[in-house]
């Protein structure tokens, strides 16, 4: 049977060109997921923990104490011992403004992680180092001068030494980084010997050859105060992977469900199309059980072709995808870092792709084991074959979905833990809906055939045909339907995702902006130049006093009183409701937790001698110990508090680097400004979810193009099957255009009724879906959205393949003499 099946490949090699393409498609694609997320990860992976990939111990302290140093280096066993600042600075260079995320470089070369493209390393504290991003998105150049200011009370002018090489990956350029010599953080502290705290602190440690790293690390501990943390810079590197992860992780989980998905369409159209192979070779299968051959000789050599087409397939599908990896790693830059290959995983997707085409083939290979020399000459099944298979689909499709149905209810009511229940119940309730498509297939068709008549002949004899063979036309529409309800499904959730994270965020952060100078006046030119900041929509004053607040038992707190005008609607999205009169007050829930406070206590705030009572109602303050009233309460206690901040609203989070860039200049580095806000934070879940969309959406691309191979082979098989009926009506008058345009208007119906059950099912997935994250993420808010320029074009995109899958088909019965095919068919 293997001669024999390996005889058959050589002799009509252009039958499994289809299998070949869709095994290969569906390898490619998972094979590409894997090694471009892997490659992804080790650039994030590298980036994350290159600051502790030279040393051997790390150390975490609370704050910087040259005594801890001296200690450190003091204990047997250490070699060299650097500190390790890191913090935010805002600058302003020549072509625009930011702020760089900072870290200091350690004296001993050994212990530096990063490698200069150009430039030098800064040695003193008015020298800076920027990374390649920064660099190339500021216009920044070594010998440049740029302003910063790190918060505290002074501005100075730093120069650029240096320019670092950085790795590069799809996450990467978020934030504008920096380095800077340790004596910038040394000179922070000796000016503001209070600010230590300030400056996180980690001491990167060598140890001496031939040390042991346990006695090393028990005598470091011994040393240091307890809140020191002392551990392996693998340790660290695995804790700091693991709290970076999240977002890759997600990232992966997605592309390879999809390829997962991909597989699965495969499925259906591999099955596909070793179905048209055995309709293709019913005689040559009679002649074979006449010879001799036994059903499972027969069974067999299908089956050894599946497998010799698998494994070609499920190579080249690795090898495609390996390359689709590579143009994506050169496209996010992660190349740069090595290409990283996942040869177990990959031999795994391989071992997939030859197990799915050989479980495809599974059904018509035992539908072989059955033909008799008389089946031969019989076209087509027996009707009564097709109505007990459908009947039998339909109490197991009814099954999947009362199940499904069933467990996406308990993830809806549940109080924790929706998410993995609401993905069952989604996949249970998609299978069923997918098994049941023999049944409402032909119901849907038979609906739009009422249309048809009205078009004429060929049009009526189109929906008829289609109804011939409703177990194919299902299969085909499974196929289409998967891909196009994937994508809707992807395309609502995302946009419900997006609109729902928005809203909680604007909960949760209720001012996009916040410039603040504590309980000193603004500048006047400040607050009218930010409302000039090009993307501010809206701003507000705030007038701002010191106050202490009395009760509690570890003595009086100070605290921020801040009173809002009448036009701060505009600007705060959430809370001013409960600012029902002068005797209430606005407190951040992390803030009342802090202080042992709840909601609708009331306390006594003291202003320069004067007291106030206020009910406290829980709202997203933007600052931590602040109380916020309306402007009129705060006069009576502090009548001549200065305005003391501006807070803003933005008009697009999605342009939340300009708009952050445009507050900075206006800034200018003012002494004792603080600028602050949650812009940047719902900029970032915004970009993140557009990238994961638009990343996605391409990606499913690959699963309609399966699924249009899928309607191609389906087109092909009933050309197959109904030779003799195309004769017959060429014979009577039927041109070439006609029949081709008869298997075009077969191709768009069921391209149509799949994109109808696809559109209706990826919008009910996307909504639960958003509802179950939404749950699970405890939002404050669900919104669902639904863009319906995108959900149009998904349904012109699919009834445009289908016409398209039909040109072959059609080319090939018109191609056929009436007399060749009438002789064929006998």
């Not at 992966?252 to 048209?276: H, K």
């Not at 009576?636 to 507050?663: L, M």
């Amino acid at each position: 049977m293997l001669r024999l099946a390996l005889r058959e490949l050589r002799n009509a090699p252009g039958r499994m060109v289809a299998v070949l393409g869709a095994i290969a498609i569906s390898v490619a694609f998972l094979s590409a997921c894997m090694t471009f997320l892997e490659t992804e990860q080790a650039a994030v992976a590298k980036a994350a923990t290159e600051s502790v990939s030279t040393s051997d111990l790390v150390v975490d302290a609370q704050s910087s104490d040259p005594d801890q140093l001296t200690a450190i280096r003091a204990v047997p066993g250490v070699a060299v011992a650097e500190p390790l600042w890191s913090g935010r600075l805002q600058f302003r260079g020549p072509e625009g403004a930011g702020v760089l995320r900072i870290s200091s470089v350690p004296e001993s070369p050994a212990l530096r992680w990063a490698e200069l493209t150009e430039g030098s390393w800064p040695q003193s504290a008015d020298q800076v180092a920027v990374g390649q991003a920064t660099a190339r998105q500021h216009r920044l150049k070594v010998g440049a001068e740029v302003s910063v200011d790190d918060g505290s009370d002074q501005s100075r002018t730093m120069i650029i030494t240096g320019i670092v090489d950085q790795s590069q990956s799809l996450f990467s350029g978020i934030q504008d980084s920096g380095y800077v010599a340790g004596a910038y953080f040394q000179a922070q502290q000796a000016a503001d010997p209070g600010s230590a705290g300030q400056w996180p602190v980690r001491y990167l440690i060598t140890t001496a050859p031939g040390a042991d790293l346990g006695r090393v690390m028990e005598s470091l501990r011994a040393t240091l105060p307890s809140t020191a943390v002392v551990a392996t810079a693998g340790e660290v590197a695995q804790q700091t992977l693991l709290a970076l992860s999240g977002g890759v992780d997600t990232y992966g989980i997605l592309l390879q469900g999809f390829g997962a998905v991909a597989l699965l369409v495969g499925g259906i159209m591999i099955a596909n199309t070793f179905a048209i192979l055995v309709a293709q070779r019913r005689r040559q299968i009679g002649l074979l059980r006449a010879v001799g051959a036994t059903g499972g000789d027969v069974r067999r050599m299908v089956l050894a072709e599946a497998v010799l087409v698998g494994v070609v397939g499920s190579v080249a599908g690795v090898a495609l995808g390996i390359g689709l990896a590579t143009i994506g790693a050169a496209v996010s830059g992660s190349i740069g870092n090595g290409l990283a290959l996942p040869w177990l995983r990959l031999a795994l997707a391989a071992a997939v792709g030859v197990l799915v085409t050989v479980v495809a083939a599974g059904v018509p290979a035992a539908r072989t084991s059955r033909i008799t020399p008389l089946e031969a000459l019989r076209p087509v099944d027996d009707h009564r074959v097709e109505r007990r298979r459908t009947m039998i689909i339909g109490g197991l499709a009814l099954i999947l979905i009362l199940a499904g149905g069933a467990v996406i209810g308990y993830a809806l009511t549940a109080q924790s833990g929706v998410l993995l229940p609401a993905i069952a119940g989604a996949f249970a309730l998609g299978l069923g809906i997918v098994v049941a498509a023999p049944i409402y297939v032909p119901l849907l068709v038979r609906a739009i055939s009422v249309v048809l008549r009205r078009f004429g002949p060929v049009s009526r004899v189109a929906a008829a045909n289609t109804l011939r063979h409703p177990g194919r036309a299902a299969a085909t529409c499974a196929a289409l339907m998967i891909a196009v309800g994937l994508v809707v499904t992807l395309q609502v959730g995302a946009a419900s995702v997006k609109a729902t994270t928005d809203a909680d965020a604007q909960l949760r952060f209720p001012v996009d902006v916040t410039v603040s100078a504590g309980t000193e006046p603004l500048p006047v030119d400040l607050i009218t130049g930010l409302s000039d900041v090009p993307g501010i929509s809206a701003t507000t004053t705030v007038r701002q006093v010191g106050g202490t607040l009395a009760g509690r038992e570890d003595g009086p707190q100070d605290v921020t009183l801040a009173g809002l005008g009448e036009n701060a609607g505009t600007v705060v999205r959430d809370g001013l409701d409960r600012l029902g009169s002068d005797d209430s007050a606005l407190i951040g829930p992390y803030t009342a937790r802090l202080l042992g406070l709840a909601e609708g206590d009331q306390v006594t705030v003291t202003v320069g001698g004067r007291t106030a009572t206020y009910r406290l109602a829980f709202s997203r303050i933007p600052e931590d110990f602040m109380l916020v009233v309306r402007e009129s309460a705060l006069a009576a206690v502090a009548p001549k508090a200065p305005v003391a901040a501006v807070w803003a609203s933005a008009t697009d989070r999605s342009a939340a680097q300009a708009v952050s860039a445009g507050v900075v200049a206006a800034v200018d580095q003012r002494q004792g400004v603080v600028i602050g806000g949650s812009l940047a934070q719902a900029a970032e879940l915004n970009q993140l979810i557009d990238g994961l969309l638009a990343g996605a959406t391409a990606l499913l691309g690959v699963a309609i193009v399966i699924a249009l191979i899928g309607v191609g082979n389906t087109l092909g098989l009933s050309v197959i099957e109904r030779e003799r009926e195309s004769a017959l009506l060429r014979a009577l008058g039927l041109e070439r255009r006609q029949l081709r345009r008869m298997l075009a208007i077969e191709a768009v119906v069921l391209a149509l009724v799949a994109a109808a059950v696809g559109v209706g099912a990826g919008i009910g997935f996307g909504f639960l879906g958003t509802s179950a994250l939404a749950r699970e993420s405890d939002m404050t808010a669900t919104v669902y959205a639904i863009s319906v320029p995108q959900t149009v074009f998904v349904v012109v995109a699919a009834l445009l393949a289908g016409a398209v899958a039909s040109i072959l088909p059609g080319l090939r019965a018109a191609r056929t003499p009436p007399a060749a095919a009438l002789a064929a068919a006998t």
